[in-house]
């Protein structure tokens, strides 16, 4: 499975890291490959959309797109089992 490190940062006690990447929203999401921002996203993403973008960086031999599949559906299970047990 790939590995796609994630970090959060509040922007409203990191200025240095709002200039530096130029974040204009919150939140955003910036993909960076090599030290450099490739994509960024505004707004909240669906686990799909995220999907979508972070395939599109994934080596083109590798296919993790099954493995991807099982990990959502079984997000969307736990989500749906919490419900379940808010109710």
Do not use: H
């Amino acid at each position: 499975m790939p590995e796609f490190p994630a970090f959060k940062c509040n922007v409203n006690f990191s200025p240095n890291i709002v200039e530096k990447y130029q974040v204009s929203a919150a939140p955003s999401f910036k993909l960076f490959v090599d030290g450099e921002v490739v994509q960024t996203l505004f707004g909240m993403r669906s686990p799909d959309d995220l999907y979508y973008t972070l395939k599109n960086y994934v080596k083109k031999e590798e296919n993790y797109e099954d493995i991807w599949s099982t990990l959502f559906a079984e997000a969307e299970e736990n989500n749906d089992e919490e419900k379940k047990d808010k109710e």
